[in-house]
């Protein structure tokens, strides 16, 4: 089964590491590279100069075909009084741990589409590809890195942001289901969001465009890697199956909550961030399920998280993590990246010679 994307990039199997921005590594990617697969960087949480030293560490230890991620979120205003509100909702929680919610709540995620240095940092470095979630850049942007030979991806999670993606000019489109972990690539969080499984948004998509597609979503083994692909994607892209290798950054807690009974019960919260994302349920999602709609939005909101979680995880206390996770989560390994990744393309290889 041939892969347009694949074999345009030279590699020897379809499938891409996702970015996780907070997990994945240089050493992660780099593996993933070494396999055969494409690897990702999910650096939408640093500056430039991270993002610099992410892809050049990355390059060091062996990735030979990087993708970058980046978000493009529309950056918000929050009012005062509304973040207030939702520090003073949280203080019993940081009270818990002896600590106290932040004064205000920071921007902490510049989003690229207001931050001229990480596109010029790209056309510096220029990984093989650049992927963009929770939106578009603008068409300069977009422009100067297809003039540098960068291979550009986008999100999607409905077809009217797939054609976006196909007016902006992108190379390929990730398609999200609702199954995928972590963040929800909704161009506008607001909009109803129709959650469309992986398989039936790809099909909705592949009828409309014939860019190649990257079946994202709930994919833990070589079985479902096939599956999409005979449906029609171009490649897949696997999350949540990787959390658990020995190279992610994810920590003890994350660990132990990925191998517990949680595993099978991800669900949706926007409380951890303002944006919604499928996660474990713990402590913090419990917390937030009546309280979503009120929380200041991203990532400010994030801010007020990432402090919570640093407080109670100082005491000991892990159940207030951004521990997000896939709806397949219960069936993540625990090994390292290039065994898993041996074991998912021999998965895959024997479900697409099976005779139909």
């Known amino acids: 089964m041939q892969s347009i994307l694949a074999t345009r990039l030279g590699l020897k199997t379809p499938i891409i590491q996702a970015p996780m921005a907070g997990v994945s590594t240089p050493a992660l990617a780099a593996e993933v590279c070494k396999a055969g697969g494409m690897g990702a960087l999910g650096l939408g949480s640093v500056d430039a100069e991270g993002g610099r030293k992410a892809i050049r560490a990355a390059r060091d230890l062996g990735a030979n075909c990087l993708n970058a991620n980046f978000f493009c979120h529309h950056p918000e205003q929050v009012a005062a009084d509304k973040a207030a509100r939702w520090c003073a909702a949280l203080a019993p929680e940081f009270a818990r741990f002896g600590a106290t ?10 989003s690229f589409v207001a931050d001229p240095e990480r596109p010029a940092m790209l056309l510096q470095e220029r990984p093989e590809v650049v992927s963009f ?3 578009l850049p603008s068409a300069s942007v977009i422009a100067a890195l297809k003039e540098a030979g960068i291979l550009l991806l986008a999100s999607a999670t409905n077809v ?14 990730v398609v999200q289901g609702i199954e995928a972990g972590g963040h929800r690539g909704i161009f506008d969080p607001l909009a109803p969001d129709e959650a469309l499984p992986t398989l039936d948004l790809l099909a909705r998509i592949k009828s409309r465009t014939d860019l190649p597609l990257i079946a994202a979503g709930g994919l833990m083994d070589g079985a479902d890697c096939a599956r999409a692909l005979q449906a029609g994607a171009d490649m897949v892209q696997l999350g949540t199956a990787f959390v ?3 190279e992610t950054s994810a920590d003890e807690g994350y660990r132990a909550a990925m191998a517990s009974d949680a595993a099978n019960h991800t669900g949706f919260t926007s409380a951890i961030s303002g944006r919604p994302a499928r996660a474990l349920p713990n402590a913090f999602t419990a917390w937030g399920a009546d309280r979503q709609q009120d929380s200041p939005g991203y990532p400010h909101t994030y801010d007020a998280g990432k402090a919570l979680h640093a407080a109670a995880k100082a005491k000991g206390d ?16 625990s090994l390292p990246a290039v065994e898993l990744m041996a074991q998912l393309i021999a998965q895959l290889t024997a479900e697409i010679r099976q005779p139909t």
């Open 101 to 110: 919610p932040p004064d205000q709540l920071r921007e902490i995620y510049l």
């Open 133 to 135: 979630h929770f939106g």
């Open 160 to 173: 009217a942001e797939a054609q976006a993606c196909v007016s902006a000019g992108m190379d390929g489109i």
């Open 244 to 246: 658990l290798c020995p």
């Open 318 to 333: 892990h159940s207030y993590g951004a521990h997000w996770a896939g709806s397949g989560a219960a069936r993540a390994q």
